[in-house]
């Protein structure tokens, strides 16, 4: 009788694409102005993403699109959130506003775009220069997931 024999590392490997976006933009218009920009239509997801941490409950925006055509999903989620910290050794009048990033390892970024089922036809960087030209976008990169510890946090 032969044996099957299976890896994790068989399912380990990144089918999508990160990029990270630095702006001053809230995240209504961002969506908005990526939407006219990709030919998108990114809408808000009624399920923010929730993180626990000891400090409290953060929660980040997300804005989805599944491209039946391309057989692609894309999210467009907040990196940075505030909230006010559960902290029992705060006063009643002191207010102590916590910042939580979904990936702490990209602390400056704003948002990250999130393309899932992508393959090596991909083209990444025409996303980025299109992204690029949006006034007000300060910054758009490529992020390298293997280099991210907190990736599990992007599994939703």
């Known amino acids: 009788m032969a044996n099957l024999k299976l890896t ?27 939407n006219a ?17 000891n400090d409290g409950i953060g929660k980040f925006s997300r804005f989805c699109f599944e491209d039946d055509k391309q057989d692609l ?11 006010y910290s559960n902290n029992s050794n705060i006063g009643f009048f002191v207010e102590d506003t916590i910042t939580m990033n979904l990936i702490p390892e990209l602390k400056t970024t704003d948002f990250l775009l999130k393309i899932d089922n992508v393959d090596f036809s991909f083209n ?10 949006i006034k007000d976008v300060s910054t758009v990169y490529k992020v390298e997931t293997d280099k991210i510890k ?6 939703f």
């Open 124 to 133: 990444s960087q025409e996303i980025i220069n299109k992204i690029s030209k």
């Open 8 to 34: 994790l590392d068989d399912f380990d490997s990144n089918d999508f694409e990160l990029i990270a976006i630095h702006t001053t933009l809230k995240d209504f218009k961002l969506t908005f102005l990526i």
């Open 73 to 83: 999903t894309w999210d467009l989620i907040k990196n940075k959130t505030n909230f």
């Open 37 to 53: 920009n990709l030919n998108l239509l990114l809408s808000k997801n009624e399920n923010d993403i929730t993180i626990k941490s």
């Open 150 to 155: 907190s990736i599990n946090n992007l599994i």
